[in-house]
């Protein structure tokens, strides 16, 4: 791969200086470029220093190659069982940069070069390609991505659970039942499975809320955030509400996150030590504790762990007042770990005879590259990592289909031509702006921080402490990262894992996994039979 890049780098020179210069001459295009940058990273990285000893040997490819293969032979047989479980984890603003960065660091943090590494769902059989711009945005929200991948169709940017007839802030029109779209958890729901989900950010955020929520906001999370934008929360039911008192939201049998604010009359403090914020003196963990006297709600880690799933009835994690903390910046004896929700929410769910569908988010991943902060973005992209191979090792391919996407890319980009075992965090060792300074693999195009003196030039980042709160380059000027519109990867194990290739719609996904698990209105693989 470096050879090809220095071949990319080697004919874009050729083309410039208008020679043709053979592959080999190496000594001549030296020469040519001119630029002691680029000398230099020709010299320090092309001169063989960072190549593992034992990839020199072309057999280790070859090796590679012949391992591939097999693997892939071995995909004549397809999984066609029906799929009694479905279990859908969502990585929040994961974009193929940041699988690949997470990657990079998950081998580097084993003391190894990195770029090698796999993450556990990277060894799932079937891969695709998922387009996740929306009826009216060429980039996509959270909201409307999750009314996309949950509930199988494309709609506006900020609302949820809506067709595309239904505008921003429109609240007649989003409590119109005409203008609802189900989503995958309720097929689930009417065919007898459990359901539920699990986020890092608020129960009533946008993402989880594709569930069971129908709104024309996203930021409706509460009666208070409904009167903020100027509309009646009697005519337009906030989603805190709509989860603990509507189908299907009121019959999850797991819910587990952070935002106890929403729940709680601003009279009320929660067990984080904050006020709530609901205006219409509801406390709604009381109505749900109500409608489930067997269900248990969780305050910290402690007490979800401690738990006998075989005891209760339903699961209400509820970890923070607002978003759960970055996990590296955490106290991890109160925060539970995305892994560690997943396992407790698998054991409950385990025991119904009719299977489950469960939806589980890595929700910081969107929040800290929002931040630039790239380094807690990485590592959240890890947590999830952890969640999906706990998940993939307590259930069987036989009969658990497991899908692993991204509701929408962040512009994080992986740039220059570092060495081998480059750490992906830092700064790029072999190449420096026309200013002579180094830069960082690792940049934003956009967010808060841009590093430049009064004059504009940037400020030598070898003198900037950085550690993992550090906020990335952003080379415009806003004070919040925005997503981007590439696509995003889909990866699937288990039952119909075949069907999730090709470059296809968002919004396909929920009835391929509904296909697999036989609910929903659509075809299904027990109409096939
Ligand atoms: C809301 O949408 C309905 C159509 O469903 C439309 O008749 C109405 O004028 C809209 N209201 C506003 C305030 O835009
Ligand atoms: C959980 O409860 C079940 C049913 O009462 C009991 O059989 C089991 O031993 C309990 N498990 C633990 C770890 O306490
Ligand atoms: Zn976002």
Avoid at 68 to 81: A, F, G, I, S
Avoid at 215 to 240: H, K, L, Q, W
Wanted: hydrophobic content about 35%; some cysteine; glycine content about 8%.
């Amino acid at each position: 791969m470096l050879i090809q890049i220095l071949l990319v780098a080697i004919a874009a020179i050729a083309l410039v200086e208008g020679h043709v210069i053979a592959d080999d001459d190496f000594h001549n295009v030296y020469k040519l470029t001119g630029q002691n940058s680029n000398r230099a990273f020709i010299e320090d990285i092309g001169m063989g220093k960072y190549t593992p000893e034992e990839e020199k040997d072309p057999e280790f490819w070859r090796n590679l190659a012949r391992q591939e293969l097999q693997q892939n032979l071995k995909k004549q047989r397809l999984n066609m069982n029906k799929a009694k479980n479905v279990i859908f984890f969502l990585g929040d603003g994961m974009s193929l940069s940041t699988v690949a960065a997470a990657r990079m660091l998950k081998g580097q943090q084993k003391g190894n070069t990195g770029e090698e590494e796999v993450l556990s769902f990277e060894k799932f059989p079937y891969t695709g390609l998922s387009k996740t711009y929306c009826t009216d945005s060429q980039v996509a929200d959270s909201a409307c991505t999750a009314t996309a991948y949950l509930c199988g169709v494309k709609a506006n940017i900020v609302t949820i659970g809506v067709s595309a007839n239904v505008l921003f802030n429109n609240c007649s029109a989003s409590m119109d039942p005409k203008n609802h779209v189900s989503s995958i958890a309720q097929w689930a729901q009417k065919a007898g499975k459990s359901t539920g989900f699990i986020t890092t950010t608020t129960l009533t955020h946008a993402s989880p809320s594709g569930t069971f929520a129908h709104v024309a906001n996203r930021m409706y999370e509460s009666d208070t955030d409904v009167r903020s934008f100027g509309r009646d929360p009697e005519e337009c039911m906030d989603i805190a509400t709509q989860l603990v008192t509507q189908e299907p939201g009121r019959n999850f049998d797991i819910l587990m996150g952070g935002g106890m604010s929403k729940f709680l009359p601003n009279t009320i403090r929660d067990c984080h030590g904050n006020l709530g914020i609901r205006e219409d003196g509801k406390n709604l963990l009381s109505t749900w504790q109500g409608m489930h006297p067997e269900g248990i709600i969780a305050t910290n880690r402690e007490e979800l762990l401690s738990l006998n799933t075989s005891k209760v009835s339903n699961i209400m994690g509820i970890f923070q007042s607002k978003y759960m903390d970055y996990r590296l910046l955490s106290d991890p004896v109160k925060q539970p770990t995305l892994a560690e929700m997943t396992e407790v929410a698998l054991k409950l769910m385990q025991r119904n005879d009719e299977g489950y569908f469960i939806f589980i988010e890595g929700g910081l991943i969107d929040v800290a590259h929002h931040a630039t902060k790239a380094a807690i973005s990485l590592d959240e992209t890890l947590e999830f990592d952890k969640a999906i191979e706990l998940a993939r090792k307590m259930t069987d391919p036989e009969d658990t289909l497991i899908v692993v996407s991204s509701d929408h890319a962040h512009p994080l980009t992986i740039s220059g031509y570092p060495g081998r075992g480059t750490d992906i965090l830092g700064l790029n060792q072999h190449d420096s702006d026309s200013n002579g300074l180094k830069y960082l693999t690792l940049n934003y195009p956009i967010g808060p921080k841009q590093y430049l003196d009064d004059k504009g030039n940037r400020l030598d980042l070898e003198k900037i402490n950085r550690d993992s709160n550090f906020e990335y380059p952003g080379y415009i000027n806003t004070d919040d990262g925005r997503h981007s519109g590439d696509d995003v990867g889909i990866f699937a194990s288990g039952p119909f894992d075949h069907l999730f290739t090709g470059v296809i719609e968002q919004s396909t996904i929920p009835h391929l996994m509904a296909y697999a698990a036989c609910i929903g209105d659509g075809p299904t693989m027990c109409d096939a039979n």
